[in-house]
């Protein structure tokens, strides 16, 4: 008779559901399907049994069996029944060599289906049934190969064999031919007699497999050479195989991968160990607790042992001590069935490989574990080996083999927690501070030639790029700036980290943060990540500053006032900016001079103080022409624009806009021409010229299409929508403004998401439509919160309005002095 948990999942599969499905159908918990899954739970409620019945569709036979066996009125036995021997085996000779299965064997749901489903119906006419299961040190490939084959026990009635091949651990891998000479004798053959030949050895293992129904898990193997002389040789028996390493050379076999339980399923199994009222006590500190476990089967259970033989101790109180990375590995065991312990062995395997690729993976280790971040893409890896890219590739490849690493995505990996912690223990033991410090600045340096690269192709006439410190190489022509920038993209959340992580560490390496910074102005202005360069900005001024790199901080000193100006502190930018052409007066520095004039006089006329603003353009344009910069030309006339419409000196505007946009075409660079269109524009739209706005914002648009430059397309659309708004065509504003917002949205600016979402509150006052008014609105203020306080402030006054329905004409308003 078989068990509730075996029928319950028979009929489970059967079904083709999963545990939550079925929980789902049934009114049940995932938890409880599981519990009675495990079998640890043998005597459900009648009401459970009859809400199973009816969600698995079972016949009134089985529905009769299930109720029966339910209630406990089947013979029933802890341990699976063993099935008579075939008739060709003999009955004396019948090994039963599995250890038993865990009692606490928790999730993995899916993947014992799946060796279930290609062990458990072979027919004995096709080939030998193979499962591979992969997977790191203590992610629990023994457990769950265990339990599969205690579940496969009626479908091999000729015996188990279990033999622990030594792959990984203390000492060397069991030889080939001493496990031929295991498995023979537990087949009945005369130790004396079993050939010292490997291959008269397989072959002498296969005729005594031949003929049986046997189920063989060879377990820890240290890879497919070792197996392979180990395996029937005709259908009707079956292997299952654990392993570190890769077994994808195993021909036949079926590969299962095993990565770190669920967040649920860890909680599960720790309250498996420590009982379920400590669990429900402190649920939010369980989960923490599993988190800092890596989801490690083994460490779970280690450190559930370690809350058993403390009964006393709150469940918060180990998360705090082991919040401590250099703490944590001590608490997942000290002794060889440890944490530390099962991925020393591993390493091990690497160091004394007798391939030198092995080695070097075994060495690289303590180095790739140094910085933070949560992957390494292969050329941040290999600026840390100092190797070329296709070494490294192969090197991270080896670690992965053996599941050191984690191949996520092409060319980039990562590390398990408690294997980086692992490596740092390395790299603290075998490298000094200055050794670890030149690891990360050559990180950053890597960084900063990529940032140097992408902003020589998005800002071509960028000044900064003359203070790249070493060579680095243009981007190949095929690339595009956009393409760069998805890389960074990609890459910025590591690359921040590291960059923190650098500044901690001290000025040893911090020296390559001022150079970084601006390196990423490029990219950051490309993305309009103002919050980011704000915040390096600020780092790094202060690292230039204690350093004396004078024009590396004036720069930093001008750059700092960009994001002020984006989330609207025109005050403060103007602080910066007036600091830093103090500064480039003072080193001298002509190009700063000029590029700082222009700077403030956009800021300075945007706060109304015209004439100062005049003045420091007419400077910059001076300057700019002394140089023969035309960029700075450029940008002069267009500041120059903005400050005569504002006097109302409309004739002289028009001029200086056509020269500024004038210089940018000849130039070629599409960007500029945009930026310089738009820019025309929007200082229209400041003074009310209205209908002088709408061409060349339509102008903007076309040349941002044509570059295939999203950001610039959404502030042309945002600017386009104001023109509609003004003129009283609501729907196509919001229409308008709409378009924009799909644009900027996958770009991840906040700030202009947030002004766009208002911008569609304010569309919705002026056509009286308060209600949808007052949801965007409020959508805007969760954005801006935190990122663009007087934004924030304007959302929140309009929402009052909104909420009044008071009608709100709209007018257009300069989005930095909302």
Request: proline content about 5%; charged content about 25%; some cysteine.
């Amino acid at each position: 008779m078989p068990t509730l948990s075996e029928l319950l999942r028979t009929f489970r599969i059967r079904a083709g559901l999963t545990q939550a499905a079925l929980a789902e159908k049934a009114g049940l918990s995932e938890q409880a399907i599981s519990v009675l899954e495990r079998g640890t739970r043998s005597r459900p409620r009648i009401d459970t049994v009859r809400s199973l019945t009816a969600a698995l569709a079972l016949t009134p036979t089985e529905a009769d069996q299930f109720l029966s066996v339910a209630r406990g009125k089947g013979k029933q036995s802890g341990a699976p029944r063993r099935p008579e021997p075939s008739a060709t085996a003999d009955a004396s000779l019948v090994p039963w060599q599995l250890p038993p299965a865990a009692r606490d064997f928790t999730g993995r749901a899916a993947q014992l289906d799946a060796i279930l489903s290609v062990l458990r119906n072979l027919t004995g006419t096709g080939p030998v049934g193979l499962v591979a299961v992969t997977g790191m040190g203590g992610i629990g490939k023994t457990t769950l190969a265990v339990q599969a084959a205690h579940k496969l026990t009626d479908s091999y009635p000729d015996g188990h064999l279990y033999l622990n091949l030594r792959g990984y651990g203390p000492g060397d891998p069991m030889s080939v031919a001493d496990a031929q000479r295991q498995l023979l004798r537990s087949l009945g053959a005369d130790p004396q007699r079993v050939p010292a030949d490997v291959e008269e050895a397989a072959g002498l293992l296969r005729s005594r497999l031949a003929g049986r129904r046997m189920l063989v898990l060879l377990d820890n193997a240290a890879d497919a050479s070792q197996v392979l002389p180990l395996l029937p040789g005709s259908s009707g028996s079956a292997v299952i195989i654990t392993s570190r390493g890769s077994l994808a050379t195993l021909p036949g076999a079926r590969q299962i991968h095993l990565d770190a339980l669920s967040e649920a399923e860890s909680v599960e199994l720790l309250s498996g160990v420590v009982g379920e009222a400590r669990i429900a006590a402190e649920p939010q500190a369980a989960k923490s607790l599993a988190g800092i476990s890596g989801r490690l089967p083994l460490a779970v259970r280690l450190i559930g042992g370690r809350l058993t033989a403390r009964p006393n101790w709150p469940i918060q109180h180990l998360v705090t001590l082991l919040e401590d990375e250099e703490r944590r590995l001590d608490s997942f065991g000290s002794d060889e069935t440890g944490v530390r312990a099962s991925i020393t062995s591993s390493v091990d395997f690497l160091e004394h490989s007798e391939r030198p690729l092995d080695r070097e993976a075994a060495r690289s280790l303590a180095l790739l574990s140094i910085p933070d971040g949560s992957d390494l893409v292969v050329a941040v890896a290999a600026s840390i080996l100092e190797l070329p890219a296709h070494r490294t590739e192969a090197i991270l490849d080896r670690l992965v083999d053996l599941n050191l690493m984690e191949a996520v995505a092409p060319e980039r990996y990562r590390f398990h927690d408690l294997i980086r912690a692992f490596g740092r223990e390395r790299s603290d033991d075998t490298l000094d501070q200055d050794q670890r410090d030149a690891v990360l600045e050559r990180v950053l340096r890597f960084y900063a030639d990529f940032a140097w690269a992408v902003q020589s192709r998005s800002h071509p006439t960028s000044p900064r790029i003359a203070m790249a410190t070493t060579p680095f190489s243009p981007l190949p022509a095929t690339t595009s700036a956009e393409s760069a920038a998805g890389w960074l993209d990609a890459e910025h959340r590591n690359l921040m980290d590291r960059y923190h992580q650098a500044i901690a560490s001290g000025l040893a390496t911090a020296l390559i943060i001022p150079e970084l910074t601006l390196a990423l102005f490029g990219y950051h202005e490309y993305r309009s990540r103002w919050v980011e360069m704000g915040e390096m900005c600020r780092a790094a001024l202060g690292v230039a500053e204690t350093s004396g790199l004078q024009l590396m901080a004036a720069w930093l000193e001008h750059d700092s006032a960009i994001p002020e100006v984006e989330t609207g502190s025109l005050e403060a930018a103007a602080n910066h900016l007036l600091r830093a052409l103090e500064l480039f007066r003072a080193i001298p520095d002509l190009h700063g001079q000029a590029r700082c004039c222009t700077s403030a006089a956009h800021v300075l006329g945007r706060l109304d103080r015209v004439v100062e603003a005049i003045e420091l353009a007419t400077e910059g344009l001076e300057i700019s022409r002394q140089l023969a910069d035309t960029t700075v030309e450029g940008v002069s006339y267009l500041a120059l624009g903005g400050l005569y419409d504002r006097n109302g000196d409309y004739a002289l505007a028009d001029d200086a806009y056509r020269r500024g946009i004038a210089l940018a075409e000849a130039s070629g660079d599409l960007r500029s021409v945009a930026k310089r269109y738009l820019s025309t524009g929007f200082s229209h739209l400041l003074v009310g010229r209205t209908d002088d706005a709408l061409e060349p914002i339509l102008q903007g648009l076309e040349v941002a299409r044509r570059g295939k430059n999203k950001e610039l397309q959404s502030q042309a659309l945002q600017h386009l929508a104001a023109v509609f708004a003004l003129r009283g065509e609501y729907r196509k504003a919001h229409e308008t403004v709409e378009e924009a917002i799909d644009l900027i949205r996958p770009l991840g600016n906040r700030v202009r998401l947030g002004y766009f979402t208002l911008e569609l509150g304010r569309i919705g006052l002026a056509a009286g439509q308060f209600t949808a008014a007052a949801r965007y609105l409020q959508d805007s203020i969760e954005i801006l919160h935190d990122l663009s306080p007087h934004l924030e402030i304007a959302a929140r006054e309009l929402l009052d309005v909104a909420r009044r329905e008071q009608p709100q004409p709209y007018s257009y308003r300069d989005p930095q002095t909302t």
